[in-house]
């Protein structure tokens, strides 16, 4: 089973930018979609942003124009980059396969976007 760790959360202003990094412990090359989900305190986890093995790329409409996600399968890695941050995106951030969560759950990252 692949072990998924995220990182690269923090407190950021509104406008600001951050790049979350997701790493598996084994190669995703074989995994069709891998996605970055996020899930708000009393909210359910919703999918934000997914990425075919080809690089095919669909966002959700509130991240769309804002978020890029990129996916490395040399190297294991799946990334988003989030660019002007709103409030509304504060989150436990996670990544997994789609459109079935397939993967044991990591830890997540937390993503802080206030003044």
């Known amino acids: 089973q692949v072990q998924i760790v995220e990182s690269g959360g923090g407190l950021v202003q509104p406008g600001g930018s951050l790049r979350l990094s997701c790493a598996a412990s084994?190669?995703?090359?074989?995994?069709?979609?891998m996605g970055w989900y996020r899930q708000a305190p009393g909210k359910l986890r919703e999918l934000v942003a997914s990425?075919?093995?080809?690089?095919?790329?669909n966002y959700a409409d509130s991240v769309k124009g804002r978020f890029t996600i990129s996916r490395d399968n040399a190297n294991n890695t799946v990334s988003l980059q989030m660019n002007s941050l709103k409030p509304e995106d504060t989150a436990l951030y996670y990544c997994?396969?789609?459109?079935?969560?397939?993967?044991?759950w990591g830890q997540g990252t937390q993503v802080t976007v206030s003044s």
């Open positions: 990425i075919t093995r080809g690089g095919r790329t």
């Open positions: 997994n396969t789609v459109p079935v969560a397939a993967l044991d």
């Open positions: 084994r190669s995703i090359s074989s995994i069709y979609i």
